[in-house]
Nanobody, 115 residues
């Protein structure tokens, strides 16, 4: 059974940091491209960051230089380090796995940036 379980969300003030974690199981993790998406209230879901099996990464322009995605294939986890958070980063963040036409999604974790 495929599972993606996100953790690490919460309420922080602008300028602070959070680290999201995604624990994966039930599929050949190392083969999959892992990504974080987010959806803010009233907005479309958007790609935040992606990491390929070889370690290459892509970032949305809005988070480039502030967020870092990483993966540990041995532990089957994906991390999203988020620094210098802004109110516009407030959203539900989803962990995803993509490979060969298959994609899986976690349940999401809420991140709220507010003073």
């Amino acid at each position: 059974q495929v599972q993606l379980v996100e953790s690490g969300g919460g309420l922080v003030q602008p300028g602070e940091r959070l680290r999201l974690s995604c624990a994966a199981s039930g599929f050949a993790f190392s083969l999959y491209t892992m990504a974080w998406y987010r959806q803010a209230p009233g907005k479309q879901r958007e790609l935040v960051a992606k990491i390929y099996g070889g370690g290459d990464t892509n970032y949305a322009d809005s988070v480039s230089g502030r967020f870092t995605i990483s993966r540990d294939d041995a532990e089957q986890t994906v991390l999203l380090q988020m620094n210098s958070l802004k109110p516009e980063d407030t959203a539900v963040y989803y962990c995803t796995a993509e490979f060969g036409g298959y994609d899986y999604w976690g349940q999401g974790t809420q991140v709220t940036v507010s003073s």
